[in-house]
């Protein structure tokens, strides 16, 4: 009874991480329209690979949400990459620490959510 809570909140984490790089990528095509790129088809490209993050975030929040395990283990990819880049952002100069909060903080979380998730309906399923 536990397992569906804990996938449930796992994949709004997800979901609203996929929203997030979702409104990033809105963001920098309106930047685009201004005419604010150096290089117009590397801005394109980190655009498009922007929203495919994004959807597979949301595909993994799906999949998370009915208890798939090739979700979970894309989740926690993601996560895990998210903590890097956080963990990575303290070395520049000056820290920034609103990113380096807004990145990690949630991608902790989720970490920490679908590990919990997938021992959860690991155990159910030991228990059947």
Do not use: C, K, Y
């Not at 996929?18 to 309106?30: P, R």
């Not at 283990?73 to 880049?85: D, E, M, N």
């Amino acid at each position: 009874m536990q397992a569906p809570r804990i996938a449930l909140a796992a994949a709004a984490v997800l979901a609203a991480e996929g929203a997030a790089l979702t409104v990033f990528a809105l963001i920098e095509l309106f930047g685009l329209g201004a005419g604010d790129a150096a290089s117009l088809p590397t801005a394109i490209a980190l655009i498009v690979l922007t929203l495919v993050g994004a959807a597979a975030l949301f595909a993994f929040a799906a999949g998370v949400r009915r208890g798939l395990s090739w979700a979970r283990s894309g989740g926690v990819v993601f996560q895990v990459l998210a903590i890097a880049i956080a963990l990575a952002s303290l070395t520049v100069q000056p820290v920034v620490w609103l990113f380096v909060f807004a990145v990690g903080l949630p991608a902790v979380l989720g970490f920490v959510l679908l590990i919990g998730s997938a021992r959860a309906e690991g155990g159910a399923g030991a228990r059947d």
